[in-house]
């Protein structure tokens, strides 16, 4: 499974999930993705087919909700 870690998660846990095999990027460690919004964050999740790993469960739902039902991506 390939994961995407959002801002709140340690870096380190990315160091150590990668040092055991897994696929993962921290949101911290890829100047990329630090700072983008959670919509644009789901969205590079979804491109990537990377689950999304954050501890903002309440606005993730209502982004999952909405890319159901087609108006995201």
């Not at 696929?23 to 100047?31: G, L, Q, R």
């Amino acid at each position: 499974m390939k994961l995407l870690l959002d801002e709140q998660i340690s870096g380190k846990v990315a160091d150590r999930l990668q040092e055991r095999g897994h696929d993962v990027i921290a949101t911290t460690a890829a100047p990329s993705l630090r700072g983008l919004s959670d919509p644009d964050l789901f969205e590079v999740a979804q491109r990537q087919g990377r689950a999304l790993v954050t501890y903002n469960r309440p606005d993730f739902e209502a982004i999952v909700r909405e890319y159901a039902g087609g108006r995201l991506c």
